[in-house]
Nanobody, 118 residues
């Protein structure tokens, strides 16, 4: 079991920055990948960014503006969001992918609201 707690959301003007944090607890030694999804009202949840081993991947819509990173203890993942746009407004969810043997589990945080005003 892995528990995820997010923080750092809020209201910001277009062009501003926010930094989201997600702290994992529990069986963190088994975490394979961590990342962020987001869901805007009336839209499907979409992948924003994830990190696995030493690699990172981003949605095209956030490339060059968002940066994902892991903390030194590997139990925390951050999402630095710069040059925010109104279309970035969404609830952002942290996730952790865990393998137990060959079985894959995905754990989710509770979500944090990001609102970008124009």
């Amino acid at each position: 079991q892995v528990q995820l707690v997010e923080s750092g959301g809020g209201l910001v003007q277009a062009g501003g920055s926010l930094r989201l944090s997600c702290a994992a607890s529990g069986s963190i030694s088994s975490v394979n990948a961590m990342g962020w999804f987001r869901q805007a009202p009336g839209k499907q949840r979409e992948l924003v960014a994830f990190t696995k081993s030493d690699s990172t991947n981003y949605a095209d819509s956030v490339k060059g503006r968002f940066t994902i990173s892991r903390g030194n203890a590997k139990n925390t993942v951050y999402l630095q969001m710069n040059s925010l746009k109104p279309e970035d407004t969404a609830v952002y969810y942290c996730y952790a992918e865990v393998y137990s043997g060959s079985t894959r589990y995905v754990y989710w945080g509770q979500g944090t609201q990001v609102t970008v005003s124009s």
